[in-house]
């Protein structure tokens, strides 16, 4: 039986205390999620760097337990793309997801299995509410690093494919110094 428990979060860089990173993700290791694979080789031709980074906090893989993470997104674009995390729909259908942003500021886009798309901007002190059967993904707009912490149900599982195949509906871009949301010309086209 799990027993009550308490954690330290870092909200300026998103580090739990005692718990390790848990993932790295590399430029080279996502490049199918931006859209603009001449500016991805531009990139890697100089270096490989880190797009996101994340602690979990793991509770075992069953129903009624929580776990939680902290994911840290570096600032900058790849091409007019902003930096963004892979994005998946959970295999357990009927799992709700919440967000809280804790430092910097992006959007929560979603996606859902019916093709309907919306987006959340996300800053310190915003929560975000993401209901069962819904893709998501959180985009840095910002200047600095984008901290969100999310919780979810242990046993929600992660499932990668469809994002990977197809894309989100449309993409996160710079445009006059902000961002805006264009059609993604490569949704629903195999990659
Ligand atoms: C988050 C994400 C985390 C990394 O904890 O797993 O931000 O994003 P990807 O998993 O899309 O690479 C979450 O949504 N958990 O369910
Ligand atoms: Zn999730």
């Given at each position: 039986?799990?027993?009550?428990c308490s954690y330290q979060i870092?909200?300026?860089?998103g580090m739990v205390t005692r718990?390790?990173?848990?993932?790295?993700?590399?430029?080279?290791?996502?490049?199918?999620?931006?859209?603009?694979?001449?500016?991805?080789?531009?990139?890697?031709?100089?270096?490989?760097?880190?797009?996101?980074?994340?602690?979990?906090?793991?509770?075992?893989?069953?129903?009624?337990?929580?776990?939680?993470?902290?994911?840290?997104?570096?600032?900058?674009?790849?091409?007019?793309?902003?930096?963004?995390?892979?994005?998946?729909f959970h295999k357990k259908d009927?799992?709700?997801?919440?967000?809280?942003?804790?430092?910097?500021?992006?959007?929560?886009?979603?996606?859902?299995?019916?093709?309907?798309?919306?987006?959340?901007?996300?800053?310190?002190?915003?929560?975000?509410?993401?209901?069962?059967?819904?893709?998501?993904?959180?985009?840095?707009?910002?200047?600095?690093?984008?901290?969100?912490?999310?919780?979810?149900?242990?046993?929600?599982?992660?499932?990668?494919?469809?994002?990977?195949?197809?894309?989100?509906?449309?993409?996160?871009?710079?445009?006059?110094?902000?961002?805006?949301?264009?059609?993604?010309?490569?949704?629903?086209?195999?990659?």
């Amino acid at each position: 039986m799990k027993i009550p428990c308490s954690y330290q979060i870092d909200f300026n860089t998103g580090m739990v205390t005692r718990y390790p990173k848990t993932t790295e993700r590399k430029l080279s290791e996502i490049r199918n999620c931006f859209y603009d694979g001449q500016a991805v080789e531009r990139v890697l031709k100089k270096a490989d760097p880190i797009i996101y980074e994340a602690y979990e906090v793991k509770s075992p893989n069953e129903e009624g337990l929580l776990s939680w993470c902290t994911t840290i997104i570096h600032p900058g674009c790849v091409g007019r793309e902003y930096h963004m995390t892979k994005g998946h729909f959970h295999k357990k259908d009927i799992s709700t997801e919440f967000y809280l942003g804790l430092k910097g500021k992006g959007l929560l886009i979603a996606q859902s299995r019916a093709g309907q798309f919306t987006s959340l901007e996300i800053r310190p002190g915003v929560m975000v509410d993401v209901p069962p059967s819904w893709a998501h993904r959180v985009v840095n707009t910002g200047i600095e690093e984008l901290i969100v912490m999310a919780m979810f149900s242990s046993d929600a599982g992660h499932y990668y494919c469809q994002i990977e195949e197809k894309g989100f509906m449309k993409l996160v871009v710079k445009q006059d110094e902000r961002y805006a949301l264009i059609k993604n010309p490569r949704y629903g086209v195999d990659r």
